[in-house]
C-alpha cells in the first residue's frame, strides 16, 4: 500500500468517525480508543461497513474491537490492502 | 480411506446437516427437525449423534478408514458483537435467545465426531461467512455460469443483504449490507402484527392471507419506510423514525381473538411492502448477469414475490435451491470445505435434484405385511403411478414416502399428500381429514414441465415449488381445490428427469381425468414436521383420513375405504 492510499485510509477514518460522532475531523487522533471517541459499538460497526465497500476490502464485523486504538486498527486494514 | 466434508447449519434454528464426496458430490442432505420430528429443531446440534450416526450409514461411510471435515455455516458466534441488540420491532428477548443458540451451537459444532470415535481430540473445524454459504448454495443449484445472486435473510454476519457476481462459476462479493436493517426481521414481525409467531415458521400464513387483502397505501408505506435502501444496502431509519412509525403500524395489529380475516389487508399491505424494498435492492443489480438471478436467504422462500421477478429489472430467468434459508447452508458449508481442500475456485453444479435425505428403514418395510389384519395390503412395484392416479380420480386422499427424502421446506412427491384438485370441496376435506390447519391456506399444483404454459400466464420452470404464478383464468376452474384467493398456484413442475415418478402420476391422472394436475401438500399434520419414517407416515395414515398410503413399493389402503 502507498503511503497516499494509506492517508486516503486515515483521512477517511477521520471522517467517518467524526461524521458518527459529530464532532470535527481534525480532533480525531489514531492513538484514541474507541471510548476516547465517544464512538457507539454500533457505529464503529458501520464505520466498518463503510471501509469495507470503499476500499474494497473484507473486513470482519468485530475486528474494529480487537484493537486498542483506531490507529491500529487502521494499520491492520492498510497491511492487509497493501499484502 | 476417503474424506468426505460435513457441512453443518450451525443458527441454532433449523439445523441440518450435508455430506460432500470428496469428488465434490452431495450425497446426503437433510434437516434435523425430520430426525428428531421437532420442528425448527430449536437448539439442537446439527450434528446430532444419531441423526449423524444415520446419514453417515446410508452414504456407505466406513468408520474404520473414512474421515470427516466438517464445516459450519457460520464464521463467528453472533454473541462475540458487542453491539446492542434492536428491540424496537421483535422482542429483545428472541434477539438474545437466537444469539445464545447460535453461539452454543456454532461453538460445539463438530463435538459429536469424539462421540463416533472419529476425532480423538476436538476436530479443527472449518468456518464460513453465513452469506456466503447461502449464495454457494443458491448457486451449485442453479446450472449456469453467470448471474447475480442475491442473499436476503434476517441476519448475517454484517448484514441481512449480501449481492454476489457469478462469473463463470466464481463466486465474489459486490457488496453487503451493514448493521440494522433486514427484510427478514420487517416480515418475522409483520408475521407476529398479523397474529402469527415467527419462532413457528409461521410467515407462510402471512403470505397465505395476504391474498385475501386489500393493500392499503397507509401501512404498505408506513411498512416501507421503516428500511431505506442505498445502493442495494438495507438500513433501518435511525430510531427517532422507526418508532413512531412502528408505533402506527402496530394500531393494525390483529388483536388476540379477533378473527384471521381482520388481519388479510395488513398481510396484503406487509407483502406489497416486502416487494417494493425486495424491488429496490434489486432494481440495479443485473449488470454482467447474462439476466440470471439467484436467490439465497430465508426470504427467497417468498414465492409470491419470486413469481413477479422475471421479465423485469434485467433478469430474464430465476432460480432458487430446494433450501433457500438457514437449512441449506449445511450444503453451502460441505461444499466450500471441499472447495478448499481441491483448491478450486468454482462453484460446482450439483444435480437438478432435492431427493437428498434418509430412504425409509428397510427393517420398517419388512414390517409393513403385517398390516395385512387391519388394512388392505397390495404390491405396487409395478404400475403404481396409474394406480395413484386411480385412487385419486376416485376422490382419495393418499400418502406418499418414496425414495429419498426432499431436503428444504417443501414436499415434492416423495413425502406428499397428494390428492385431486378438481373437486372444490378438497381444500376444505384435506383440512378437515388430514391437515387440520387454517382453512384459507392455499394447497399447491403438480404440472407436467410441457404444460405449464397451458395453464399458467408467465410460465416458468418451478421443480422445487420457489415461485407463484398466476393460473390462467378459464384453467382455474377445472381445478378450485389448488388455486388461492388471487387467482394464483405455488406450482411444482415435474419432468421424467427430475421427478420420474410424480410425472408418471400427473400424467396417468390426466389420461384418466382430461385434467393433468395433481394437488400436493406435505405428508405431516399441522405443526409436525414432514414424516421422515415409515411409522410416522403410518401414524398419520391411522390417525387421520387419508384413505392410503404408498410406502416405497406397497400400497396400503384403509378397509373402509376399499
Known amino acids: ?83 | 480411506m476417503a474424506l468426505f466434508h460435513l457441512g453443518l447449519s450451525t443458527s441454532g434454528h433449523d439445523p441440518a446437516l450435508a455430506i460432500v464426496t470428496a469428488g465434490g458430490e452431495l450425497v446426503f442432505a437433510e434437516a434435523s427437525e425430520r430426525f428428531l420430528q421437532d420442528k425448527r429443531a430449536w437448539g439442537i446440534a446439527p450434528d446430532h449423534v444419531p441423526h449423524l450416526a444415520s446419514a453417515l450409514s446410508q452414504i456407505g461411510f466406513d468408520f474404520g478408514s473414512d474421515t470427516l471435515a466438517v464445516a459450519t455455516s457460520w464464521k463467528k458466534a453472533k454473541a462475540e458483537l458487542p453491539v446492542e441488540l434492536m428491540g424496537d420491532l421483535l422482542p429483545v428477548t428472541d434477539a438474545l435467545w437466537l444469539r445464545e443458540l447460535q453461539a452454543g451451537i456454532n461453538t460445539h459444532a463438530g463435538a459429536s465426531l469424539l462421540r463416533l470415535g472419529l476425532a480423538q481430540q476436538m476436530p479443527e473445524v472449518r468456518r464460513y461467512d453465513h452469506h456466503l454459504c447461502h449464495a454457494v448454495t443458491a448457486c451449485a443449484f442453479a446450472p449456469v455460469d453467470t448471474a447475480s445472486c442475491l442473499v436476503i435473510d434476517g441476519e448475517g454476519e454484517a448484514g441481512a443483504v449480501s449481492m454476489f457476481d457469478l462469473r463463470e462459476r466464481v463466486l465474489k462479493r459486490r457488496w453487503r449490507s451493514w448493521g440494522p436493517g433486514s427484510l427478514g426481521t420487517l416480515y418475522a414481525w409483520l408475521t407476529q402484527l398479523c397474529g402469527f409467531d415467527w419462532r413457528l415458521g409461521e410467515e407462510w400464513k402471512v403470505m397465505g392471507l395476504a391474498a385475501y387483502g386489500t393493500v392499503r397505501p397507509e401501512i404498505r408505506d408506513a411498512l416501507t419506510s421503516l428500511l431505506e435502501v442505498d445502493r442495494g444496502r438495507l438500513r433501518f431509519v435511525e430510531r427517532e423514525a422507526l418508532l413512531p412509525l412502528a408505533a402506527r403500524i402496530r394500531t393494525f395489529a390483529r388483536a388476540a381473538g379477533e378473527p384471521l380475516m381482520s388481519a388479510a389487508d395488513l398481510a396484503a399491505s406487509g407483502q406489497a411492502a416486502y416487494a417494493i424494498l425486495a424491488d429496490r435492492i434489486l432494481c440495479e443489480s443485473a449488470d454482467g448477469s447474462d439476466g440470471n438471478l439467484i436467490l439465497g436467504g430465508g426470504c427467497a422462500l417468498n414465492s409470491s414475490y419470486n413469481g413477479t421477478i422475471a421479465g423485469r429489472m434485467g433478469y430474464d430467468r430465476l432460480f432458487v435451491p430446494p433450501a433457500p434459508a438457514d437449512d441449506g447452508n449445511a450444503v453451502g458449508a460441505a461444499l466450500l470445505s471441499w472447495m478448499e481442500t481441491t483448491k478450486t475456485p468454482c462453484v460446482p453444479v450439483l444435480a437438478a435434484t432435492p431427493y437428498l435425505g434418509s430412504v425409509a428403514a428397510t427393517a420398517a418395510l419388512s414390517r409393513l405385511d403385517a398390516l395385512g389384519g387391519i388394512a388392505r395390503v397390495s404390491d405396487a412395484s409395478a404400475g403404481s403411478e396409474d394406480r395413484v392416479a386411480e385412487l385419486l380420480a376416485e376422490g382419495k386422499i393418499v400418502g406418499v414416502m418414496r425414495g429419498r427424502a426432499e431436503f428444504g421446506p417443501r414436499a415434492l412427491g416423495n413425502r406428499s399428500i397428494l390428492a385431486d384438485p378438481r373437486p372444490a370441496d378438497m381444500k376444505d376435506r384435506i383440512n378437515r381429514l388430514v391437515k387440520g390447519r387454517e382453512p384459507y391456506r392455499p394447497f399447491a399444483p403438480v404440472v407436467c414441465e410441457e404444460d405449464v404454459a397451458d395453464w399458467f400466464e408467465r410460465a416458468q420452470p418451478s421443480p422445487y415449488m420457489s415461485m407463484t404464478l398466476r393460473w390462467r383464468e378459464a384453467r382455474a376452474r377445472q381445478v378450485p381445490a389448488v388455486v388461492h384467493a388471487d387467482g394464483t398456484g405455488r406450482l411444482q413442475t415435474v419432468s421424467p428427469d427430475n421427478a420420474p415418478w410424480m410425472h408418471g402420476v400427473v400424467r396417468c391422472f390426466g389420461e384418466r381425468t382430461g385434467v393433468p394436475i395433481v394437488l400436493n401438500t406435505s405428508f405431516n399434520i399441522m405443526g409436525k414436521p414432514i414424516v421422515h419414517s415409515p411409522e410416522d407416515a403410518l401414524a398419520v395414515f391411522m390417525t387421520s383420513g387419508l384413505s392410503a398410503v404408498v410406502i416405497e413399493t406397497t400400497l396400503i389402503e384403509k378397509s373402509a375405504a376399499a
Do not use: H, N, W
Open chain 1, 1 to 83: 500500500m502507498t503511503d497516499t492510499s494509506e492517508s486516503r485510509l486515515f483521512s477517511f477514518l477521520r471522517e467517518q468517525v467524526a461524521q458518527r460522532t459529530k464532532t470535527s475531523a481534525d480532533q480525531i487522533r489514531m492513538d484514541m480508543s474507541l471510548s476516547d471517541l465517544g464512538l457507539q459499538s454500533i457505529d464503529a460497526v458501520l464505520v466498518c461497513g463503510e471501509v469495507e465497500d470503499r476500499f474494497d476490502v473484507e473486513v470482519d464485523p468485530a475486528e474494529i474491537f480487537q484493537y486498542d486504538t483506531l490507529g491500529d486498527f487502521a494499520r491492520s486494514i492498510a497491511d492487509r490492502m497493501a499484502a
